[in-house]
């Protein structure tokens, strides 16, 4: 196992389902990242996680709920869904969110479809 | 609120040079970054410009111009393999994460 890997890598959920997103990182990274990416729509940050704690919130409903329970694992819990949340979900991470060069490795993504 | 601007798409033929423009209005100003997105994969990272100036890797440079709130990708001697999306990141604040354009469709045709 290499990079960042994301399980699962397609889902489709009703509105009513609870679902949940795994990444796993193999790089000794400290910070872990979800991002959210929709068509015609920048990637938009979802939440951060830095040595396990969360740092950033962007905002985000209620609905996605993260948790970080090491550096090496990240989750998104999924629960009562939107529609408009159809999108593929990217999580990344990098040596550490404060000092880093921009650089993040991003797994190759959740592509998630709520009916 | 925070902002990135680039070009939708761009088509170019193989062995030709492109460039991707990117300008920014964001509250802060740590760097600029470069993505390359293939359909269905991962992005991945191209380069980072902090200072002013041209950045070379290979094939591809990237520029940085701060006073001008305004970068650029370039890519040299094009090939069937650049087509993807590329994208802009800023990072606005110290110690936060990055802030993407919605990036450029690059189409390489032969």
Redesign the interface.
Known sequence: ETGVTQTPRHLVMGMTNKKSLKCEQHLGHNAMYWYKQSAKKPLELMFVYNFKEQTENNSVPSRFSPECPNSSHLFLHLHTLQPEDSALYLCASSQDPVTNTGELFFGEGSRLTVL | GQS?EQPSEVTAVEGAIVQINCTYQTSGFY???W?QQHD??????LS?N?LDGLEETGRFSSFLSRSDSYGYLLLQELQMKDSASY?C?V?AE??????????TTLSVSS
């Open positions: 990135l760097g600029l970054s993505y269905g994969g991962a992005p991945t990272f980072y902090a994208f990141a990072r110290a110690g936060t994460a990055l802030i993407f354009g919605k990036g």
